[in-house]
């Protein structure tokens, strides 16, 4: 983070296989049954099922009002559900308090007390437990080591900079050793280089701890870096719940695939489907979609065709013997973000096609320019059909 | 067009005359307690006699010492209900009647004292109270408590909820999370309602007067009753004492809500 240089460690890979989701036996840490939260007539959580498991690193994601902190609070103990259950570690968490809860939390305004010391925010938790006093002193030791804090129990919160209110704040909540640690946006106030960072340390340290961590954010770089499996929310609902890649590359909502990453939507209509192969037809594009996927579409149904920008290949040349997959026309944008470069390519028909390209060699002259033709084409296993 | 800022003539002479109007009959009285003559209005040099033969007043001193126990006690009490009731305001959300539980609060702050006196006087008699110092205590904290529920539901407002609900999630019960987490934050703005009560209730004459019974004459009521025989060098010195009591109390309340000001601003 901002203040001591990590100690040299030996490098080690920090994420194993790890998937108790899709192990059936495996027993969820948590789980939510059936939730639904209601303030008034307005839904803030409709019927929201999930289970999640020990060691994991959560991430709840989703834009402002969909609810996704409402089910944090939830587990919290801060609000209560109107129906269903949530259970932790088989226990039935209805009715019971914030403070009897084996949950911790760590705030987004990071909530330091302002009037104690940065051991005695720490120690605070402890000193509810009654704990004693030398295994207190102990405990804020190891903590403030974890966080690479030491040095800096006497200051108080405002003597601190935003990066160290945050690894206090971190601290604090660890302290009591919960089964679970809530972090709510935890990153939202750091600025970008330090969040990077930050998040690769918090994955880093989750994984040596093994406690199970739950994020709330709407920043989908920040899900899909630190997460083992996001569920992405709308409007108090689960939309799509699994790991980053599949986010990614196998959306299942138009929802999804806009929310996460850049994409492009075709809308078509399905002409033949034979196992392994469908073939659509678009408005928007001459040639024909072919795709690999295994759907249950029928000849006739509507349906989209979601292409990532990065799987589309662009350049001045037509590739031969290409007759499905593929599209002409004109450049009119260019975002040049260094590493990559993203074109906007306008089609005959007036459709707008994104597509990006690795800038692989240093040329200061981009070698597709402004109003070049160029021709655009895709794998059939590039794109991905969702059903409207 | 750019505003001039700063000293001219005009702001000066506005300044002055304010000023003036506003402190030279108290710098009279400042300066005619030092007087040694025994006239008020015949300077004869200077002396501190006055205020050593203040002390020689048994009735004034003892009318100081009942000032000082109903204040601290009135003020303590209305404290300890002005926050609560400041508490209820900006926590409870809205509850049934909270715009009339908010009316009921602050009215006192606008009722004539004259008023509040005489109902206090009627429900004393009525339930039969004897009239001494609780009389005047208790009805002190009627109309100072709203003074302070004013400054601590203004702190209450700008307060980080997040800060007791940490609490909360560490392990704190509510009443644990509010002593060691909301109390201490929100402590200046109760020290500085505390400070205003204690200064109302000293000045209180108007009030006072309905409710105390014999025995429990407070200083503003003292000094009152001996003007009345005629003002003597003797009132003037006590009442600069008073000034600068009171000076010193308003200036520690100003400087509790400025160090409060500076911790919120330093975040």
């Not at chain 1, 991430?59 to 089910?71: D, M, Y």
């Not at chain 1, 108080?156 to 089964?179: F, I, M, Y």
């Not at chain 2, 009627?142 to 999630?169: G, H, K, N, P, W």
């Not at chain 2, 006590?238 to 109390?249: G, H, N, W």
Request: net charge neutral; charged share 20%.
């Amino acid at each position: 983070m901002d203040s001591q240089p990590a100690k040299p460690q030996k490098p080690q890979s920090v994420r194993r296989k790890f998937e108790p989701w899709a192990d059936p036996a495996a027993q969820p840490l948590i789980r939510f049954q059936s939730v639904v939260k209601r303030y008034g007539d307005v839904v803030a959580i409709d019927d929201v099922s999930l289970d999640i498991y020990e060691r994991e690193f959560f991430a709840l994601l989703g834009p402002s009002g969909c609810g996704k902190t409402t089910l944090m609070r939830m587990l919290a103990g801060f609000e209560e559900a109107s129906e269903g259950r949530i259970t932790l570690a088989g226990s039935d968490l209805s009715g019971v308090p914030p403070y009897r809860r084996p949950v911790n939390m760590m705030f987004q305004s990071y909530a330091l007390f302002p009037h104690m010391t940065v051991a005695d925010n720490i120690a605070f938790g402890l000193k509810q437990e009654r704990m004693p006093k030398s295994e207190i002193a102990a405990r804020v030791d190891e903590m403030l080591k974890l966080v690479n804090l030491r040095g800096f129990e006497k200051r108080k919160p405002h003597q601190l900079s935003g990066g160290q209110r945050q690894r206090v704040a971190l601290a604090r909540s660890l302290a009591k050793r919960p089964k679970v640690l809530l972090l709510d946006e935890p990153m939202a106030a750091l600025d970008k280089k330090l969040r990077e960072q930050t998040q690769f340390e918090l994955m880093d340290l989750q994984q040596r701890i093994g406690t199970t961590f739950i994020i709330v954010t709407h920043d989908q770089e920040e899900a899909m870096t630190v997460a083992d499996r996001i569920a992405v929310m709308d409007h108090g609902k689960l939309v799509q719940v699994a790991t980053p890649t599949e986010i990614y590359e196998q959306p299942n909502s138009r929802y999804v695939a806009e929310f996460v990453g850049d994409i492009n939507i075709i809308e078509a209509v399905v002409e033949r489907v034979t196992p392994g192969d469908i073939a659509l037809k678009s408005n928007a594009l001459e040639a024909e979609l072919r795709l690999t996927q295994r759907s249950d579409v029928k000849t006739g149904d509507p349906a989209a065709v979601a292409l990532r920008p990065e799987k589309i290949r662009i350049g001045k040349e037509p590739l031969s013997e290409v007759h499905a997959n593929c599209a002409q026309g004109v450049v009119y944008d260019i975002a040049y973000l260094g590493d990559l470069s993203i074109y906007h390519v306008h089609l005959e028909n007036g459709f707008v096609l994104k597509a990006t390209k690795t800038n692989i060699s240093r040329q200061i002259e981009p070698p597709i320019g402004w109003d070049d033709k160029v021709y655009l084409s895709w794998t059939p296993d590039a794109g991905v059909l969702l059903k409207s | 067009m750019a505003m001039r800022k700063g000293l001219s003539p005009v702001t000066v002479t506005a300044l002055a005359g304010g000023l003036a109007f506003l402190y030279v009959p108290l710098i009279l009285l400042v300066i005619y307690s030092f007087n040694d003559s025994r006239l008020v209005t015949v300077w004869g040099g200077w002396s501190t006699r006055w205020y050593l033969g203040l002390l020689h007043n048994q009735a004034l001193m003892d009318a100081a010492w009942v000032s000082l126990k109903v204040a601290t006690v009135a003020a303590t009490l209305a404290t300890i209900l002005g926050t609560l009731a400041a508490l209820a305001l900006v926590r409870a959300g809205a509850f049934r009647g909270r715009t009339l539980f908010a009316g009921l609060v602050y009215a006192p702050l606008v009722m004539p004292e004259v008023i509040t006196g005489l109902a206090l006087l009627l429900l004393f008699v009525a339930i039969d109270f004897d009239r001494g110092f609780w009389t005047v205590a208790l009805a002190h904290v009627t109309f100072t408590m709203c003074f302070v529920a004013v400054i601590v539901q203004s702190r209450l407002l700008t307060f980080d909820y997040s800060l007791e609900e940490a609490a909360l999630d560490l392990g704190a019960t509510p009443f644990r999370a509010f002593f060691s987490v909301t109390l201490p934050v929100i402590l200046p703005a109760v020290a500085a309602g505390w400070l205003l009560a204690f200064t109302l209730s000293l000045d209180d004459l108007v009030i006072a007067n309905f409710t105390a019974g014999p025995g429990n004459t407070t200083l503003p009521m003292r000094i009152y009753s001996q003007v009345r025989l005629g003002v003597t060098p003797e009132v003037n010195a006590i009442s600069t004492v008073f000034i600068v009591v009171i000076t010193a109390v308003v200036l520690a309340a100003s400087l509790a809500m400025k160090w409060q000001q500076e911790k919120i601003e330093s975040r």
